[in-house]
Antibody
Framework: EVQLVESGGGLVQPGDSLKLSCATS????????MSWVRQAPGKGPEWVADIIHDGSHEYYVDSVKGRFTISRDNGKASLYLQMNSLRAEDSAIYYC??????????????WGQGARVTVPS | DIQVTQSPSSLSASVGDRVTITCRASQGIAQSLAWLQQKPGKVPNLLIY???TLQSGAPSRFSGSGSGTDFTLTISSLQPEDVATYYC?????????FGQGTKVEI
């Protein structure tokens, strides 16, 4: 059974830092790209960042470039998101998502339960 | 970066109707497009990937088509349990982009 379990969310002040973690099991983590997706209340999902299977390339939505860093530990089957200089507009539930292995294979087929990040204005 | 425009933003149809949602990419993305369904309080659920491949467990009334810049999600016979918001997702290259969503009501 595929499982993704996020941790590390919380209430922080503007300008603070927070690190999210995602522990995974049930699939070959080291072969998959992985993504972080966030969703603010009443809004659609927003892709935040992804990292390819070996960690050699990372991609970010423009609004978090230079502030957020995605990383992974294939030995621990874990994904991370370091968030610095947090802003009110970063408030959302952050989901760890199983991404693509390549070819005609599914992606975004498994999501974690989410970690809530709140940054008051 | 690739932009994705989804339409309509909402629609209302009757049970049994055929429903079509479209997604247009700002540049060619081959068939690197997925469709997800989200019901209130739930995480999005994958319906279609690679533009037209039905995800295991998804009902066969859902189908996808298109390639390049224009894509379509079709519900062949709308059912009450299909009330949800639907999102397309481009995954061409590294960055991913969600469409704005289409809220489907009965």
């Amino acid at each position: 059974e595929v499982q993704l379990v996020e941790s590390g969310g919380g209430l922080v002040q503007p300008g603070d830092s927070l690190k999210l973690s995602c522990a995974t099991s049930g699939f070959t983590f080291s072969r998959h790209s992985m993504s972080w997706v966030r969703q603010a209340p009443g809004k659609g999902p927003e892709w935040v960042a992804d990292i390819i299977h070996d960690g050699s390339h990372e991609y970010y939505v423009d609004s978090v470039k230079g502030r957020f860093t995605i990383s992974r530990d294939n030995g621990k089957a874990s994904l991370y998101l370091q968030m610095n200089s947090l802003r009110a507009e970063d408030s959302a539930i952050y989901y760890c998502v199983k991404d693509w292995i390549g070819g005609s294979m599914p992606l975004f087929d498994y999501w974690g339960q989410g970690a809530r990040v709140t940054v008051p204005s | 970066d690739i932009q994705v425009t989804q339409s309509p933003s909402s629609l209302s149809a009757s049970v049994g109707d055929r429903v079509t949602i479209t997604c247009r990419a700002s540049q060619g993305i081959a068939q690197s497009l997925a469709w997800l369904q989200q019901k209130p309080g739930k995480v999005p659920n994958l319906l279609i990937y690679a533009a037209s491949t039905l995800q295991s467990g998804a009902p066969s009334r859902f189908s996808g088509s298109g390639s390049g810049t224009d894509f379509t999600l079709t519900i062949s016979s709308l059912q009450p349990e299909d009330v949800a918001t639907y999102y397309c997702l481009s995954y061409y290259g590294g960055p991913r982009t969600f469409g704005q969503g289409t809220k489907v009501e009965i």
